[in-house]
Every structure is written in structure tokens, then in C-alpha cells.
């Protein structure tokens, strides 16, 4: 009776964790596990419950070693090798995280979420190839195209045809779009139509990219006729068999309007600042810099100041005269693009801004976390994707500090170089009134 009862205590208290996980009582939720660790020692469930305590609590290093035993407990089992490697991946540790993820995948070929995350680390070590096959298991993907086959529009079978018409669909964020629209050029230069389908606010930016014939709604309202097929914009470069050779980098591929507002010429160099990007992004609070922080650049003399944000994080300039708000010349992400290409220099955190700035090849300064997106890679300041960028990363996960020191000494050389201003505008748009 009371082993009975031992195992009904231990299986509720596995249940209870989850529970209180939910509930977002972490430290709870470790004690319990810790407990049922000592319960329980060779049993792998509990060693793996407290590893993912530890990492929802913003621990991946504490969790690293709960998963490691879980492991050898279970070293068949695929979740845990992916658990693994996640904490490792958050700890910096991209090679030994990179090998867990691939033995998850062997342990457990047929779960995408694995195959997704081993994407990443490809991905991450420039194995391009690889990384965008395995990027296909992605959830958006099917979601997406299952919308346009209820519309009577079937996946591209990836076949090249002479005036052959396609809708390619966008995904994720604007910074992803803005990203991977090179990709449609390929396309049309082997004589494909592409129709691209996206949100009204991104539009005009999509429009103006080489190789887009036409935009689209993102989701069809009624039957659609007279395509060839339907694929997601982030399928391209594994359509297209990119790898890191072959990875289209043009100086320059999307255009902002004509017209517009102008911003007023005052002789010196314009430095536009981004410190946030949407809250609705759930790595945002990764990625955003307070902008007390990044606000020393403003003590740099000799340069001029311009706020890129939209909607948010402006509350956080309130007094601050130092900065110019060009928000309120900002309707969509054709006119952030104008603004942009008015800058000589734009300093901004992993956003959609830093995307815009170098797809219209100006000087840009990205700001990235210590455990960066995969499309950044794992060291380095310059990315294949945007020769115009130069990446800024910290040294230890969560520190801004350092990062905002090399930024105000790289700004205070680009300001006492021997450079002439007359050369250094060419870097922004003519100014229309001359």
C-alpha cells in the first residue's frame, strides 16, 4: 500500500510541476523537481522537468546539467538530446549544442520541431544547404500553403517554367521579409512571374524589390486562377539550392518612394537609432536595449540624432532633445525605408530597421545579443547577407554596456577621421531642394 502510494505521490508531483510551470511559479516548481530528483534518481522524467524549470527561468546553465543526466538515463530518447541542446545553444555553447541536436534527430527523425532546431544550428554554422532543407519542417510552412490550397491553388513543384506565375507568400516578421526578398530575383531572371503576398504596410517596400511583378493580399479571399503555384518566401532559398557561396548579397535591392518628407540638412552626419523592436515578438526582450543605455551615443559631438522607432518605445525619449522623432513621417515600412536612406550611418538592435538599412546598402550598426539569431552566425562583425553592416555583439549575455562603449568609440573615429564631409553625404539620398 504505501509503494502504491509512493508512486501516486511521485507521478501527481511530475504533474504538479507542469502545473506550476504554467503558472509561472518557477521557484516552486524547482524545489519540486529537486525533490522528486532525490525520489526518484534513475528516473530521466525528473532529471528533464528540472532542466526545463531551470531554462524557463532564464538558466540554460543550471539546466545543462539535469539534462545531461536525463540523458544518460535515456539516452535513446530525442526530447532530451533537443533539451540539451537548447540549454547549450542559450549558454553559447554552439558546437556541443550543434552535436545534440543532430543525435536528437537521429534518436527521433520524424519529430519536425527537432529537425527545425537542428536547422538552426546548420544554419548558424553556415551550412546553408542543409540548414534551409531542414528548415522546410517549420509549422508555418504547411499552415501557410494549406490556406492557399483551400483556395484551389496547389504547392509549386519547384519547376522552372518560361512565363510561369507564381505567388510567393510571406512570413514571419517585416525583418524576415525585408530579408528574403533577394530571393525573388533569381526567380525572375529565369523567367518567372512572381506575385508576392503580403501585409498592406509592407507593400511598397516589397514592390520596389527586382523581380516582384505584382503584390498581393497575404491571404486569398476567394478562388485563385491562373497560377502556376503557391510557395512560402523562406522556401526560396532551399528551392533555389542557396548555400553560402551562392547566398545573393547585392549592395542594394529595395528602393524608398519618391517625395516625401526630407529631413532638414543641418551640415553635419545623421546617425538614425533603433532600440527595440515589437513586444509581440517573443525574443524582443533578448534583443532591446533600454535606451537609457544606448542614449551615450547622443554624447558623441559632431553628429545629429534621429529617432527610428515607431509607436514603440518612444515614451522612453520623452525629454530627451538630443533625438529627433521621425515617427510621425512614418505610415508604413516604405516610409521607414525613405527615412533610412536619409541616415549616413543607422545604429540599431536585431529589428526589422537593421534589415532596411542594409537592404537599401547603407552603413549599418547591428547590436546583438551574445546567443544571436541564426542568421547572424556565432562570431564575427560582418555578416554575408548585408555588406554594408557591421555586427556589434556582447561579450556576455544580457551586458549592453560593452557593446555601447565599442559603438561610441567607433563613433567618435568615424567623426575625427580624416574624411571630408562633402564625401561622406553621398552615403544619403540627394537632397531634392539641392
Given at each position: 500500500m504505501s509503494a502504491a502510494r509512493k508512486e501516486i505521490d511521485y507521478e501527481d508531483g511530475l504533474r504538479l510541476v507542469r502545473q506550476l510551470v504554467a503558472a509561472g511559479r518557477f521557484a516552486v516548481a524547482v524545489r519540486w523537481t529537486d525533490h522528486l530528483c532525490r525520489q526518484r534518481p534513475k528516473d530521466p522524467r525528473a532529471h528533464n522537468q528540472a532542466g526545463l524549470v531551470r531554462q524557463r527561468q532564464g538558466e540554460p546553465q543550471e539546466a545543462a546539467p539535469h539534462f545531461r543526466r536525463a540523458a544518460l538515463l535515456q539516452p535513446e530518447a530525442g526530447e532530451i538530446w533537443a533539451n540539451l541542446g537548447r540549454s547549450l545553444r542559450l549558454s553559447a555553447a554552439i558546437e556541443p549544442a550543434f552535436r545534440c541536436r543532430r543525435r536528437a534527430v537521429l534518436c527521433q527523425p520524424e519529430m519536425p520541431e527537432m529537425r527545425l532546431a537542428y536547422?538552426?544550428?546548420?544554419?548558424?554554422v553556415g551550412e546553408y544547404r542543409a540548414g534551409f532543407a531542414e528548415y522546410e519542417h517549420r509549422p508555418d510552412r504547411n499552415t501557410g500553403l494549406a490556406r492557399y490550397e483551400a483556395a484551389g491553388l496547389s504547392a509549386w513543384d519547384g519547376r522552372i517554367r518560361p512565363n510561369g506565375r507564381l505567388i510567393v507568400v510571406t512570413e514571419q516578421g517585416a525583418g524576415d521579409v525585408v530579408q528574403f526578398l533577394r530571393f525573388v530575383e533569381p526567380l525572375a531572371k529565369q523567367g518567372m512571374r512572381v506575385t508576392v503576398a503580403c501585409p498592406r504596410p509592407l507593400e511598397r517596400v516589397v514592390r520596389s524589390a527586382p523581380g516582384?511583378?505584382?503584390?498581393?493580399?497575404?491571404?486569398?479571399?476567394?478562388?485563385?486562377?491562373?497560377?502556376d503555384g503557391v510557395e512560402m518566401l523562406l522556401s526560396l532559398p532551399n528551392r533555389l539550392g542557396i548555400d553560402l557561396?551562392?547566398?545573393p548579397a547585392p549592395a542594394r535591392y529595395i528602393s524608398p518612394p519618391e517625395g516625401g518628407y526630407r529631413v532638414e540638412p543641418d551640415g553635419r552626419l545623421r546617425v538614425g537609432v533603433c532600440w527595440t523592436g515589437s513586444t509581440f515578438t517573443p525574443l524582443n526582450p533578448m534583443r532591446r536595449i533600454p535606451f537609457a543605455e544606448l542614449a551615450r551615443v547622443l554624447d558623441v559631438p559632431g553628429l545629429s540624432f534621429y529617432g527610428l522607432q515607431v509607436l514603440i518605445g518612444r515614451r522612453?525619449?520623452?525629454?530627451?532633445?538630443?533625438l529627433v522623432d521621425l515617427a510621425p513621417h512614418i505610415e508604413d515600412f516604405s516610409d521607414t525605408a525613405a527615412m533610412v536612406d536619409q541616415m549616413d550611418l543607422v545604429i540599431t538592435v536585431d529589428t526589422s530597421i537593421a534589415h532596411i538599412a542594409g537592404a537599401l546598402g547603407k552603413p549599418v550598426w547591428t547590436l546583438l545579443a551574445r546567443v544571436a539569431d541564426w542568421r547572424w552566425g556565432r562570431d564575427g562583425e560582418t555578416t554575408p547577407w548585408y555588406?554594408?553592416?557591421r555586427l556589434f555583439r556582447q561579450d556576455r549575455q544580457g551586458d549592453w554596456a560593452g557593446v555601447v562603449d565599442r559603438v561610441v568609440s567607433a563613433?567618435?573615429?568615424?567623426?575625427?577621421?580624416?574624411?571630408g564631409l562633402a564625401e561622406r553625404r553621398p552615403f544619403a539620398s540627394p537632397d531634392p531642394t539641392g
Open positions: 536547422g538552426f544550428d546548420l544554419l548558424t516582384v511583378e505584382a503584390t498581393a493580399p497575404l491571404w486569398p479571399s476567394g478562388p485563385l486562377q491562373g497560377y557561396a551562392s547566398l522612453e525619449t520623452y525629454g530627451e532633445d538630443r555588406p554594408s553592416m563613433l567618435r573615429q568615424r567623426v575625427e577621421a580624416p574624411v
